[in-house]
């Protein structure tokens, strides 16, 4: 009985002690092999990363808050090298499509969120935020909802554009109205239109010549309207009627406030229309990315200038709430240094470096370790309120940009600046959507996928 | 010393070369693309589409709003052509100042076309300064939004055209009547020739031959050049109403991401622009015929 004894006893140990490596190799795993912040950026060796982005065209003064925030990056790991590349808007996709194909080019890129960034991940460009950042990073980044998709997230947001309507105080004043109480519901809204234009000055301003301006106020302030959640929205990519009364309740709303536009919508671009605001001829104006750097030069011209949430009329419960979208960052699928990649954007969303983003741009940082404190006009923290409130999303990062192309920028030319009629409008929207899922069949089985991960 | 007959071929060999890798890989590439649905990623597979791309443009109401948009602007050639003899007549009978006229008729040609762009697309607001002048001169009922409305987009476009390519038409036809024997003009003129017997009998049946170029080169670019145009002063808007074959192209490729899509739009407009390219080839030597007769 002796023998088996021992044998069991040395059979018992030798278990015991198999366990203990494991759990030692294990342990010495995680604490120099976590993701993202927590990753040892120096077993790399030398690395130089290329990160390709869109600069000031799309938060005018984030390429010197870049450029300090890769040196302060580079002196803590002297062993990377990081190099930006600028890229054309206009052609941002493709470029992207031809770096994917070539297997070359950045190890991380900038990305729009919504199907922007998961037309990338569909394509196997690109790899998901829980493979180069920790779960603690992720987690005080709301915005990576807009990209979940089969359980991961797909971008990773720096910051938050914000869509409020803005107003000019004293036009408001002018016509009678209470500039401190701005209207919320669209009654109210369609009285101050009204009252602005009786005072002689234009209520509303937008230029659709360039078309963005039918994206950000269909997306931001009439189509969110409809929705309490955006799988109802992406369901109506895969096999939604665009002309069914739901979908063409907000049209009419739109045609209601045709008379409070502009006269020349379709000749000016949306910059030109920003700037007639700006320079004090229009009283209201849509706002868009950058929003605040616009209130912050009217304010210093001695303009008093004022938010608010698009006025309400839907039933969904997203109506009355400011739109918002995180834009970041993704990393590349051949990148040889995809943690090296995670670890850098990781370290943009550092306490310091979100202040500093703020200070320098004025837009807001998305990531709950930026203390909203911080803000200091009465604009932004009426805005960041909202946001704390609810985080909605911008509906355009739901559906393919040919809906947005040759649906939205065609129908608010055509309501505000020519005669379609809503029925035209909701067609237009109808045809167009028939033919991308014609087009677009391998797309479709992912907005299909997509659905079922919101 | 007899040459073999491959040695030409040899010769010529590299510079054949070149010009395969520089036109035929491209033109190749664009027509294989248009037979298939073309993955943006390395990781998904590219499949044969078959004509299915083809069936498609020709079924999507937005491509036959572009052809029938070229070929509108088809319009500006005849308007080109005439305009550009009238003045070149006028010039070569050398008024005052033609010097100066040349150059002016002829800086419109040499201005980048964003610039251009840009400039028109301002000028032409519905508060721009071509209004605003039509309504201090007491003609506020004309005044339109020349490039905001779906009726006067494409014409607006069609306008800006005509006013930047005609300075290549006249220097076309001055150079061409430059070259024509005076003593044609002398005897026409010692026969009784008024200005106008003189146009339509001496000078335009001698710049035939420049015509024919002429006025091909232009249905070309109208065709296949005019994306700047439209790209710079509306975007295909308002409504998609001043979209061309080109941006369709564009929109398809960078917008949409379907580049079968667009290659099939692009081979169709490679073979149109081949058709008139031989009618260029054709007409030129039917000009020559009829002005050295």
Redesign the interface.
């Known amino acids: 009985m002796k023998r088996p004894m021992r044998t069991a006893l040395a059979t018992i140990a030798l278990c015991a002690l198999a366990a203990l490596l494991f759990a030692v190799a294990a342990t010495a795993r995680t604490s120099s092999g976590g993701l993202g912040s927590q990753y040892d950026v120096s077993k790399d060796g030398k690395v130089t990363l290329t990160l390709w982005w869109l600069g000031d065209q799309e938060v005018p003064g984030i390429e010197k808050w870049m450029k300090e925030t890769i040196a302060k990056y580079q002196a803590l790991h002297p062993n990377v090298t990081i190099k930006t590349v600028i890229d054309p808007t206009d052609t941002w996709t493709q470029t992207q499509q031809t770096a994917c194909k070539a297997k070359s080019g950045a190890d991380l890129w900038y990305n729009w969120s919504g199907t922007w960034s998961l037309e990338q991940a569909w394509s196997g460009c690109t790899v998901p935020n829980e493979v180069v950042l920790s779960p603690a990073d992720i987690s005080t980044v709301p915005n990576v909802g807009e990209t979940r998709w089969q359980g991961k997230t797909w971008d990773y947001p720096l910051y938050r554009f914000v869509y409020p309507v803005v107003y000019n105080k004293a036009l408001f004043k002018k016509a009678g109205l209470d500039p401190n109480r701005p209207p919320t519901t669209w009654a109210a809204f369609l009285g101050a239109s009204q009252k602005l234009k009786a005072s002689g000055v234009t209520p509303i301003v937008v230029g659709l010549k360039d078309g963005f301006g039918g994206e950000i106020l269909g997306s931001a302030t009439f189509q969110k309207q409809l929705y309490s959640s955006y799988k109802g929205l992406v369901q109506m990519v895969i096999n939604g009627n665009f002309t069914s009364p739901t979908w063409t309740s907000w049209i009419t709303k739109l045609a209601q406030l045709k008379p409070y536009f502009n006269n020349d919508v379709n000749s000016i671009t949306f910059g030109e229309g920003l700037g007639r605001f700006q320079n004090g001829t229009a009283a209201m104006v849509f706002g868009t990315p950058g929003v605040q750097a616009t209130i912050a030069d009217m304010t210093k011209a001695g303009k008093q200038v004022g938010v608010m949430k698009p006025p309400v009329f839907g039933s969904g419960s997203y109506a009355n709430s400011l739109v918002n979208t995180g834009n970041g960052f993704q990393v590349t699928s051949w990148s040889k240094h995809k943690e090296v990649a995670g670890s850098f954007m990781a370290f943009m969303h550092t306490t310091e470096r979100l202040n500093a983003l703020y200070a320098q741009t004025g837009n807001f940082p998305a990531d709950t370790r930026w203390n909203p404190s911080q803000a200091k006009s009465a604009t932004d923290r009426a805005m960041l309120g909202w946001l704390k409130d609810k985080n909605v999303n911008y509906p355009a990062n739901y559906y393919p940009t040919d809906l947005d192309v040759n649906g939205n920028f065609v129908v608010f030319q055509g309501i505000l600046g020519g005669k379609m009629t809503v029925a035209q409008a909701a067609k237009t929207y109808q045809d167009v959507i028939t033919k991308w899922r014609k087009l677009h069949a391998a797309d479709l089985r992912n907005y299909l996928a997509w659905v079922s991960s919101l | 010393m007899r040459l073999s007959r491959g040695a030409p071929w040899l010769y010529a060999a590299p510079m054949l070369a070149l010009i395969g890798a520089v036109f035929a890989y491209p033109v190749v590439t664009l027509v294989k693309y248009s037979l298939e649905n073309v993955?943006?990623?390395?990781?998904?597979p590219t499949t044969y589409a078959g004509l299915s791309n083809f069936r498609?443009i020709f079924s999507?109401?937005?491509f036959r709003t572009a052809l029938g948009n070229n070929i509108k602007l088809f319009l500006c050639v005849p308007i080109l052509a005439v305009l550009a003899v009238l003045v070149s007549a006028i010039l070569f009978d050398r008024p005052r100042g033609w010097r100066a006229y040349r150059t002016v008729l002829f800086v419109p040609y040499i201005l980048s076309i964003p610039v251009v762009g840009v400039v028109f697309?301002t000028l032409?607001?519905?508060?721009?300064t071509a209004n605003t002048i039509l309504r201090h001169a007491g003609l506020g009922a004309l005044a339109q939004?020349?490039?905001?409305?779906?009726a006067w987009a494409l014409p607006t476009i069609m306008f800006v055209i005509v006013w930047k390519e005609l300075g290549f038409g006249i220097i076309l036809c001055l150079a061409r009547l430059a070259s024509v024997d005076e003593q044609l003009f002398e005897a026409a003129k010692v026969d009784g020739a008024g200005w106008w017997r003189l146009l339509r009998h001496v000078t335009v049946p001698q710049l035939l031959p420049a015509l024919a170029f002429y006025v091909v080169v232009e249905l070309i670019t109208m065709l296949s050049w005019v994306f700047a145009y439209v790209y710079v002063m509306?975007?295909g808007?308002?409504?998609?109403s001043t979209v061309v074959s080109e941006y369709y192209i564009y929109?398809a490729?960078?917008?949409?991401?379907?580049a079968g899509?667009g290659a099939a739009a692009g081979v169709t407009l490679l073979g149109v622009v081949s058709l008139f390219i031989l009618l260029r080839v054709w007409m030129g030597r039917r000009a020559a015929l009829v002005a050295y007769d």
């Not at chain 2, 032409?124 to 721009?128: E, K, P, R, T, V």
């Not at chain 2, 939004?145 to 779906?150: A, M, R, V």
């Not at chain 2, 490729?253 to 379907?258: A, D, I, L, R, T």
């Open positions: 993955s943006t990623s390395p990781y998904v498609y999507d109401s937005l697309g032409f607001q519905l508060n721009g939004d020349w490039l905001g409305s779906t509306t975007l808007g308002p409504q998609n929109q490729f960078f917008q949409n991401s379907v899509v």
